[in-house]
């Protein structure tokens, strides 16, 4: 008897480790998809990588529009400052100022239509 018994706890034994390397590889494969996930939408992921970069590049030509609108604005200040047509231009569009013997009229907008 004690010859089968021995046997039994040897198939017992590895039934028991094959049953743990069943865990064990489970468990590495969860971790390792875990990972990868992690990897991919985690916080400091390529998701979240490709996002900023998108943010970045949207970032980029708003900074472009804004230099370009600067120059704009600084060519029309200089412009202000010395050419006297444009001075009057300015005056007579924004502040609606007239000269002598000029007559100016204004339309008023009626039904959200402009005449």
């Known amino acids: 008897m004690r010859a089968s018994y021995t046997g039994r706890n040897r198939r017992i034994s590895r039934k028991r ?10 468990f590495v494969v969860i971790t390792i ?18 996002k900023m970069k998108q943010h970045r590049k949207a970032l980029y030509a708003m900074v472009i529009e804004a230099s370009k609108e600067n120059t704009r604005l600084k060519n029309q200040i200089k412009a202000f400052g010395t050419d006297r047509k444009f001075q009057e ?23 959200g239509r402009s005449r």
């Open 17 to 26: 480790a094959v049953n743990r390397s069943q865990y064990i590889n489970v």
């Open 33 to 50: 998809l875990l990972l990868a996930l992690w990897t991919i939408a985690g916080p400091y992921g390529f998701w979240k990588l490709h």
């Open 89 to 111: 231009e300015v005056v007579r569009k924004r502040l609606g100022w007239v000269k002598k013997n000029e007559l100016l009229y204004k339309f008023i907008n009626q039904g």
